[in-house]
C-alpha cells in the first residue's frame, strides 16, 4: 500500500505492508534514529512527532499517517544538539541509547509546558526507559533545562 506523508519537511510518498509500524517503516526507509527498543511501546526509544504531538512509533500503525507530518530527531538536530551539550555540562549525560527517544519527548515537553511541575515533568517522561541511569541526574537536568525553579 503507499501514503503519502510529510516527514522532517519534505513530501514522501512510503510503500507499507499492511499492519507496519511505523518504527519498522521508518528504519527501512533510513531513518535509523527511530530505535526499536521493545516493540510493546513500554521504553519510548522510538518517540517521533505526529503533527508535533510526541507518539510511539512502535505502536502506530504507518498506515494512520498518511497525510500527516512527521518529525523526527534529524529535522530537530540542532535544538537535539543543544540539548545533549546542556545534559553532559549537567553531569546527566547517557550513553545514547535511549536519547533519540528521550530527547524528542522532552524538546515537545518543553514546547507545550510552560513552568511545569515536577509531577508534570514526571508524568511526561513516564515510559522513556533508561538503562543506564537511576533518572535523579537525568531529572534534575530536565527541570534546569524546563528553567523550573
Known amino acids: 500500500m503507499r501514503i503519502d506523508t510529510r516527514i522532517n519537511g519534505r513530501d514522501v510518498v512510503l510503500e507499507i505492508e499492511e499492519g ?8 527501512r526507509y533510513g531513518y535509523l534514529s527511530v530505535k526499536e527498543g521493545c516493540e510493546t511501546g513500554s521504553c519510548a526509544l522510538c518517540t517521533v512527532w505526529l503533527d508535533n504531538s510526541p507518539v510511539l512509533a512502535c505502536a502506530t500503525l504507518s498506515g494512520r499517517v498518511s497525510g500527516h507530518e512527521i518529525t523526527t ?3 530537530v538536530a540542532e535544538e537535539a544538539g543543544a540539548f545533549a551539550e546542556f545534559m553532559v555540562a549537567e553531569g546527566a549525560e547517557q550513553c545514547g541509547f535511549c536519547s533519540p527517544g528521550f530527547t524528542m519527548t522532552v524538546l515537545a515537553m ?6 511545569p511541575t515536577d509531577e508534570e515533568i514526571n508524568h511526561y517522561l513516564a515510559g522513556n526507559l533508561c538503562r543506564c541511569s537511576g533518572y535523579k541526574g537525568q531529572l534534575r537536568a530536565v527541570r534546569k ?3 523550573v525553579k
Open 110 to 115: 518543553k514546547r507545550e509546558l510552560k513552568n
Open 145 to 147: 533545562f524546563m528553567g
Open 73 to 75: 530527531i534529524e529535522a
Open 20 to 27: 507496519e509500524f511505523l518504527a519498522r517503516t521508518l528504519r
